[in-house]
């Protein structure tokens, strides 16, 4: 796990005359960020951060050019090996696989090009690319990093990163949401949710849901979810209807706001039981994305600061 060098600035207040702490604490916001939209996981990315540290500190600063390239590169190298690694244990794991949700600051939903970088719907598709795709994807289109530095980060040619740039673009354009939902929109979605989850009215449910609605649950073989993906209103509204008769307790909704969008934050009797990230076009919500795994919930209450600068 991550050492405290990595995770608190006050562990190393008294670090702040040394220039590679000083840099390293500089673009750590966007290390993580980095790290994460990689990876899916905020724990591997904590990770991938302490392993990031352990190198910069035997780097010779007078060599380098430019420190926040480097630390990218250095991040990146050590994502894609956890990527590599990450896939047999997704292999293993225990029904659908989700990305971990993370409470974020205001500032990421107020961020459109971030708020859709680390978006759950969008954090899926990347989930399709191989390890090499991703790195490249999410270095091109999310923090528009040039060929010339995503080869250096990645081992390819310029040449060869441009193709897979192209490629991982056209794979993702095909999967993502085809439109960008304003805040307002996906707030009057939410609420429509939560008012049909709290008062049981099925029709106020199936007006919100679009017809082929793909409902995903995540427990990790920890908690009961939906062993597999269902689709259609029908099927999702019938789902949610009988579950919530089965419930040995008071259930409650509450608005949330998890990857820098809308979300819906459920407790059993008070206590966290998972979180339900939403995706939206048309106003309509067409991705209902339920972790419950309680190993992925430990970012859902205390913010989380991502950056693509």
Known sequence: MAGPLVNDRNAISGHATDPATESFLAHRNLLFTVAYEMLGSAADAEDVLQETWLRWTK???????????????????????????MKRR??????PWLPEPLLTTPDVAEDVELAESVSMGLMIVL???????????????AFDLGYDEIAAAVGKSPAAVRQIAHRARQHV???????????SEA?????????????????????VLAPDVVLVGDGGGIKQAVPRPITGADKVSRLFFGGLGRVDGTLTVEPTVVNGNPALLVRLDGEIDGVMAIRIENARIT??????????????????????R
Request: aromatic letters at 4%; zero cysteines; hydrophobic letters at 35%.
């Open 287 to 308: 991705g209902l994305y339920y972790v419950r795994n309680p190993e992925k919930l430990t970012r859902i209450e205390s913010e989380n600061r991502l950056t693509l």
């Open 173 to 183: 354009d095909a999967r993502r949401p085809r439109e960008v939902v304003s805040p």
């Open 90 to 95: 997704k292999e293993a794991y225990v029904g």
């Open 127 to 141: 989930e399709t690319l191989s390890p090499t795709e991703r790195a490249v994807f999410v270095l091109r289109e």
């Open 187 to 207: 707030r009057a979605a939410v609420e429509s949710l939560q008012r049909a989850i709290e008062t049981g009215d099925l029709q106020g449910l199936l007006d």
């Open 59 to 85: 780097v010779d600063l007078g060599q380098v050019r430019d420190r926040r390239a480097f630390l990218v590169r250095i991040t990146t190298r050590q994502a894609l090996n956890r990527l590599r690694t």
